[in-house]
């Protein structure tokens, strides 16, 4: 559950999944997977951040909330972690909003992810 107060949030994990954060105080970046819980329609094309001055496009060209699977995703700066809650920067959900997964950010195709170097010390 995301908690938002002015450009940081506050992501609750449940108590019992809080030893999957063992290690994600490494990270620099996370991933987080949510759940547009209060989007009641699926538009198919959608004006960017809902601006009829910008042009139509496909909503899966966009960051719209009113996609078929009302799954959202955003790459946060991750800040602090105290017990079993991650304080980040740049979360793009609403307070209360859902969080379905949460995974170290992408740095590039078959990388092991920023917050976990390989041996070799190459991530």
Known sequence: MAKVEGGRSEIEVLQE???GLFGIEKCDSLLILFFFDRSDRVDLKVH???DPRNPLVGVFASRSPNRPNHIGATVVRLVGVMNNILTVEGLDAWEGTP???????IVGWNSAGPCHRLPDGKE
């Open 17 to 19: 999944y809080a030893e």
């Open 48 to 50: 960017p951040r809902g």
């Open 99 to 105: 969080v379905l997964d949460i995974k170290p950010g």
